[in-house]
């Protein structure tokens, strides 16, 4: 009779557990789903003290209210805020969504004191054609002030917000939505005027790069946004080759926010080492077994190896691959690196995606480092400056 009843209790918690499983909603699931995939692979959660738990705890329950696959959208790019870094991301978005962070950004903005200003702004796109200027002091965002507009982007799982975090969200309230014309309200002259910004498409280039001579001695080499495009190797033998007798030779990596992959990264750092060379260091949590596996990876030489001086110019819109040429050549000891901190983004990423609503998601899963052991997010240039004027005057200089 007790081992009866035993059963009968046994099979009634079953029924009410697979009952509460079946009665979740597909967002939910997803959700779920989402945060495991975070909680598990996320390599920086210890490094940002990110609070993940907590950040369950808040948006759990909004997921519970979900009805549709836009309102999922939105719920997901929230969680994602939490992670305050340009490096993790959907692959799909709405018109009312963010430009992603530093590709679909046109200007830096920096606080200084309780006022801001314009520090950076990306030549050739919305800002600077716009008229807006190195300098000038911002009081609105789309005639609203801005200190409260960055809380929609500022992480919820914490009160004590870093300056990371409030440059996160200067980031993304400045790069705007894909539905909203944007206006940006300076002080000039004592008197505030409306910039309002073109929109731009910020994807990767067509043309994979540039070149011209600047001087005698001195070559200069722009890679626009395609460090992703493994064409890009064979169009950079060609440039190289046909300055390879030059004394200097610059390469422009300041408009390479989009990143790339390490092929044409190895490919390009190849042709300046005459000996293999480690450029950085990856570092992988695996979890389950609270171990780590950590590995260098190396740059071998390859076709004619240029034998003059290298200058790499980097800065706000040197994203992800680009910024892992710079460490690379620096820790190679093959080139000067000129230029303002990079993007700053986080790791190497991997790929998911939802099994319910098939919605795709990347985010860092691997920590990149310096060969000196520096986080590659940390890495401050070898000459600094403070935007991409100072960082062109620079290379001007060059002879």
């Known amino acids: ?60 329950p909004q997921a519970e209210k979900i009805k549709n696959d836009s309102d999922f959208i939105r719920l997901l790019e929230n969680v994602l805020n939490e992670l305050y870094n340009g490096h993790s991301s959907l692959s799909i978005n709405l018109n009312s969504s963010n430009r992603l962070i530093p590709s679909g950004q046109d200007v830096y903005i920096e606080k200084k004191g309780n006022e801001y200003f314009v520090t950076d702004i990306r030549k050739g796109f919305g800002a600077d054609q716009s008229g807006l200027k190195i300098g000038m002091q911002i009081t609105k965002f789309n005639g609203k002030d801005i200190d409260s507009q960055l ?4 992480p919820k799982f914490t009160q004590y917000h870093s300056a990371k975090m409030y440059q996160y969200a200067l980031d993304m309230l400045f790069a705007g939505t894909h539905d909203t014309k944007r206006e940006i ?7 505030e005027k409306v910039f309002k910004p073109i929109d731009y498409n910020y994807g990767p280039s067509e043309t994979l790069l540039s070149s011209k001579v600047l001087n005698e001695n001195t070559v200069y080499i722009r890679v626009n946004n395609s460090l992703g495009n493994n064409n890009l190797i064979s169009e950079f033998d060609k440039t190289l080759d046909t300055f ?80 892992g040429i710079a460490i690379g050549f620096d820790g190679m000891k093959k080139a000067k690196i ?13 790929g998911f995606k939802l099994s319910e609503t098939q919605i795709r998601y990347q985010f860092p899963t691997e920590r990149l480092y310096h060969i000196t052991g520096t986080p590659r997010e940390n890495f401050i240039p070898q000459v600094r400056t403070q935007n991409i004027e100072e960082t062109i005057l620079k290379a001007k200089e060059i002879k």
């Open 1 to 60: 009779m007790i081992i009866k009843k035993l059963l009968t209790v046994i099979f009634v918690v079953f029924i009410l557990l697979c009952g509460n499983f079946s009665a979740q909603t597909k967002y939910q699931k997803d959700f779920n789903e989402f945060w495991n995939d975070i909680n598990d692979h996320y390599a920086y959660l210890n490094e940002q003290k990110i609070d993940w738990k907590k950040a369950k705890e808040i948006y759990e």
């Open 151 to 154: 809380q929609k982007f500022l």
């Open 185 to 191: 309200t300076v002080i000039e002259n004592k008197k």
């Open 244 to 323: 390879i007798n030059f004394k200097n030779v610059i390469i422009d990596l300041t408009e390479t926010p989009s990143g790339g992959n390490s092929t044409v990264a190895r490919a390009i750092m190849g042709r300046f080492t005459d000996k293999q060379l480690p450029y950085q260091i990856h570092e992988f949590d695996e979890k389950q077994f609270e171990t780590k596996r950590h590995w260098t990876e190396f740059v071998t030489p390859r076709k004619t190896i240029f034998k003059g001086n290298v200058y790499i110019l980097v800065g706000h819109w040197t994203g992800s691959m680009g910024e």
């Open 338 to 350: 000129i230029g303002t901190p990079m993007a700053g983004l986080l790791g190497a990423i991997s």
